[in-house]
């Protein structure tokens, strides 16, 4: 019962929010990047945060390097874990494809292995990877 209501609770939050209360780092960065409103939409969002050690990397990024980066980690729609389909391409916001694959019930995300998994929040839903996406050439 206490699991369903916490649960609940952090469902009411927007995906900014919860990112303000669990990776400050993330939520600097998210706020320098200019992506706290995209983050704060009734938009649904899922939202492949990258490590603190990836994240530590791009800390003196200017705000355009920050954008251009952190846009590769978030796909429009909700994906939980389960909705993750091996071989499935997702289209990221800054126009990048990313891999699914699924591998002895580890879930790779265009070579990165996603470390947690299922956040939910009121406009979609936040993983942590186990690393960064490596910037690729756009898709048209």
């Avoid at 978030?74 to 494809?97: H, M, P, Q, Y």
């Avoid at 879930?107 to 490596?134: C, I, M, P």
Wanted: net charge positive.
């Amino acid at each position: 019962m206490a699991e369903a209501l916490a649960s609940s609770k952090v469902a009411r939050l927007s995906l900014a929010e919860g990112i303000a209360q669990k990776d400050r780092l993330l939520l600097d960065l998210v706020t320098k990047a200019g992506l706290m409103p995209v983050l704060s939409s009734g938009e649904e969002l899922t939202f492949f945060a990258p490590s603190a050690q990836a994240l530590a990397l791009h800390q003196n990024d200017s705000p355009d390097q920050l954008r251009s980066f952190l846009e590769q980690h978030i796909v429009k729609g909700t994906f939980t874990k389960e909705a993750l389909r091996d071989g499935a391409d997702l289209k990221t916001l800054s126009g990048t494809n990313l891999r699914i694959c699924k591998k002895k019930g580890a879930v790779l995300v265009s070579g990165v292995r996603l470390k947690e998994t299922d956040q939910l929040y009121a406009n979609g839903v936040w993983h942590r990877l186990n690393g960064a996406f490596q910037p690729e050439t756009p898709t048209l």
